[in-house]
């Protein structure tokens, strides 16, 4: 597989705080929007993206510090030093395979995403004006194709975030380059993923997701899929997919059970997709991370398959010290 210099360049720069990341190129001003008016989440005090209309790579926005000593409002923090706390988007979950497909070995649900690292650095905001590039979570992978052979396709990585001061261009946190960061093609996505072998999104600083028919003995794959990986520690990855029942579990013969997406600090891995149990046959989508988790995998039955959910979007928090 090739190794690109945007790839380099996310394997160094991802995680790290002010002390060791290099310059940024400058930046310019421009019409991007104030991130209070289109990206806090007041509930939760956090910068994160809350219209995704559109399938966007990422959100940016602009954010002013006022002078020390000034009244700090709901709408500019002073100057001081802060605590940043980091995320970039959370692994798309892999999509499901057929069970027959497969010839029963591979088949079932598609692992959960990857749920990102969480950063955190202590920073001293001066006054004046930084830009935020909140990552997307990345999109679940595609649905399998059984009349072309195709098993569900990986899970996308989720889009690197970072806190840019823009009078220097200096990297305050977060990923250099990630406002410019493209997200690959399904075609180079599935190259870059290696096997198909239904994992969900992963990537630099990012734990994998789990694999499909291959469920993590840790946790139960049912916890997974019904809690989303609460259960993982942050940064960790999405739960494996649930293989296919053999004859011996005749009476409940309904298969496939995607995985939970991994979580993260501030948010929980959404759900895999799969069947309710009981005498009523209920189809579950797989649920969509929160803030930087995982996407579920969707699933992958003996007569269905299912595309996976989308990865959580990135955040960036600021707590004043």
Known sequence: MKITKLTLSLLVGIGTGCTSVPPAPLVSMSDLPNCFD??????????????????????????????????????????????????????????????????????????????????????????????????????????????????????????????????????????????????????QNERMAGKMDAHGGSGPAQASGGHGGRPETKYSVEDEAASGASKLASGRSGGGGAPGLDSAHDVDKRSGAGGGGGATSMGQGGGGGGETPGRRIQDIPPERGSLGSGGGGGEGSSSQCEPGARGGHGYIALRPI
């Open 38 to 187: 289109t990206n806090y989440d007041k509930e939760r005090g956090l910068f994160t993206i809350r219209n995704d209309v559109g399938n966007p790579v990422n959100q940016q926005c602009l954010l002013t510090v006022s002078p020390r000593g000034d009244v700090a409002s709901a709408s500019r923090p002073t100057a001081g030093r802060y605590t940043v706390y980091l995320a970039n988007g959370g692994g798309g979950g892999a999509g499901g395979s057929l069970q027959a497909f497969h010839g029963g070995e591979g088949g079932g649900g598609g692992g959960g995403g990857a749920g990102a690292i969480d950063t955190q650095s202590t920073v001293n905001l001066t006054q004046g004006v930084y830009k935020l590039t909140l990552g997307a979570g990345g999109p679940g992978g595609s649905v399998c194709v059984p009349s072309a052979r195709l098993g569900g396709g990986p899970g996308w990585v989720g889009s690197p975030s970072n806190m840019v001061r823009v009078a220097t261009g200096e990297v305050v946190i977060g990923t250099p380059g990630a406002d410019v960061y493209a997200r690959p093609k399904r075609g």
